[in-house]
T-cell receptor, first 110, second 114 residues
Framework: TQLLEQSPQFLSIQEGENLTVYCNSS?????LQWYRQEPGEGPVLLVT?????EVKKLKRLTFQFGDARKDSSLHITAAQPGDTGLYLC??????????FGRGTSLIVHP | GAVVSQHPSRVICKSGTSVKIECRSL??????MFWYRQFPKQSLMLMAT?????????EQGVEKDKFLINHASLTLSTLTVTSAHPEDSSFYIC??????????FGPGTRLLVL
């Protein structure tokens, strides 16, 4: 059983479109991280959210942590080909050992 | 952000040989490092937690005698794949924890066992 469910698993869109990636769980997390990974490279940390209801923005990316700290979303506005990659969420339940979701593979076509 | 390096970036070896992968935190000390394995287009699978000065904690299903982990200093952890076989071919990634909520990943090591 996957502790963190990410959806969609695959996403193929045109440049300029908006998209949202979801990360859901039945467990409460003390913190949750979003990463972006390109092929053949390690994941790069995008953001850490720790407070229920928290919203963080990183240019065209908006991250939200659910009020109950069980879910999170990543919204990308006006996607660009450079946004292509594998997006991973990872949650920490207080043990400081992260649990990763399956990932969302995003392809943005020019 | 902080920098974590891995060496080698890719390695090809013959079946039955052992391969050592190094993970270094370059600009901070990490009492805890993690080792992951990743298959193509899949998420990261945690293999073990490496703690400086103590034995690593392995996840269920990971053979500790096959995947030897040594965390010799606050900036270096090594993963040795012993008697490697083709099914061990994968992308191995380490991360180093800086603070309770943040970990930085290395660039990964591509292992191919022939």
């Amino acid at each position: 059983t996957q502790l963190l469910e990410q959806s969609p698993q695959f996403l193929s869109i045109q440049e300029g479109e908006n998209l949202t990636v979801y990360c859901n769980s039945s467990s409460v997390f003390s913190s949750l991280q979003w990463y972006r990974q390109e092929p053949g490279e390690g994941p790069v940390l995008l953001v850490t959210v720790v407070t229920g209801g928290e919203v963080k923005k990183l240019k065209r990316l908006t991250f939200q942590f659910g009020d109950a700290r069980k879910d999170s979303s990543l919204h990308i506005t006006a996607a660009q080909p450079g946004d292509t990659g594998l997006y991973l969420c990872a949650g920490d339940r207080g043990s400081y050992i992260p649990t990763f979701g399956r990932g969302t593979s995003l392809i943005v076509h020019p | 952000g902080a920098v974590v390096s891995q060496h080698p970036s890719r390695v090809i070896c013959k079946s039955g040989t052992s391969v050592k992968i190094e993970c270094r935190s370059l600009d901070f000390q990490a009492t805890t490092m993690f080792w992951y394995r990743q298959f193509p287009k899949q998420s990261l699978m945690l293999m073990a937690t490496s703690n400086e000065g103590s034995k690593a904690t392995y996840e269920q299903g990971v053979e500790k005698d096959k995947f030897l982990i040594n965390h010799a200093s606050l900036t270096l952890s090594t993963l040795t794949v012993t008697s490697a076989h083709p099914e061990d071919s994968s992308f191995y990634i380490c991360s180093a924890r800086q603070g309770p909520e943040t970990q930085y990943f290395g660039p990964g090591t591509r292992l191919l066992v022939l």
